[in-house]
């Protein structure tokens, strides 16, 4: 079954430290795309960063790197020096091949608190 | 450039009342997916369209129906609401790539409640 756990309902985090977000995931595939998204309070849905399943290094967007163990079927986030915005919900989705067709699904999602 | 747009943001629906939601998208994407979002349990795949004229079932699809009539659009319909389907709905689109291409950009979300 193709499938995105992530098991850190909420985490909090001290202002400037770092963080990592555990995503595992599972799929017979062997061409995926991993994917993690904020979402603030707000409610929008933000792009953070993306590996793919052929990638041979980790991804990283600034603050954001993604610690990819494919052995493991783990895509974890880590958000270096975390600020007070980083506070919002993150979600962990994998790009599968279902039916003839890719689709995205998403695990439940972590909660992060950053306090001063 | 809008990116994707959903219609309405809010609506509170009685029960067996039936709804449209719509979505609109301006990048040129083939792929469009409809998400329901619900406390602990992440975003659920609704349907999903790989083009116009196509769509097919993702995950939790019973109660709802989903029409790609223009590539540019993607309709998500109620025909008979019930409580269970108070939830924050989210229309993503996306190209069908193997790579980043293949990122979803939402919309900013429907809040229904169903009493």
């Known amino acids: 079954a193709q499938k995105i756990t992530q098991t850190q309902p909420g985490m909090f985090v001290q202002e400037k430290e770092a963080v990592t977000l555990d995503c595992t995931y599972d799929?017979?595939?062997?061409?995926?795309?991993l994917f993690w998204y904020k979402q603030p309070s707000s409610g929008e849905m933000i792009f953070l960063i993306y590996q793919g399943s052929y990638d041979q290094q980790n991804a990283t967007e600034g603050r954001y790197s993604l610690n990819f163990q494919k052995a493991r079927k783990s895509a974890n986030l880590v958000i270096s020096a975390s600020q007070l915005g980083d506070s919002a919900m993150y979600f962990c989705?994998?790009?599968?091949?279902?039916?003839?067709?890719?689709?995205?699904?998403f695990g439940a999602g972590t909660r992060l608190a950053v306090h001063p | 450039n809008a990116g994707v747009t959903q219609t309405p943001k809010f609506r509170v629906l009685k029960t067996g009342q039936s709804m449209t939601l719509l979505c609109a998208q301006d990048?040129?994407?083939?792929?469009m997916y409809w998400y329901r979002q619900d406390p602990g349990m992440g975003l659920r795949l609704i349907h999903y369209s790989v083009g116009e004229g196509t769509t097919a079932k993702g995950e939790v699809p019973d109660g709802y129906n989903v029409s790609r009539l223009k590539k540019q659009n993607f309709l998500l319909g109620l025909e008979s609401a019930a409580p269970s389907q108070t939830s924050v709905y989210f229309c993503?689109?996306?190209?069908?790539?193997?790579?980043?291409?293949?990122?979803?950009?939402f919309g900013q979300g429907t809040r229904l409640t169903v009493v």
């Open positions: 989705a994998m790009r599968v091949y279902s039916g003839g067709y890719n689709k995205l699904i």
């Open positions: 990048m040129n994407h083939e792929y």
């Open positions: 993503a689109s996306s190209y069908p790539g193997g790579t980043r291409t293949g990122e979803a950009f």
């Open positions: 799929t017979s595939d062997p061409s995926y795309g």
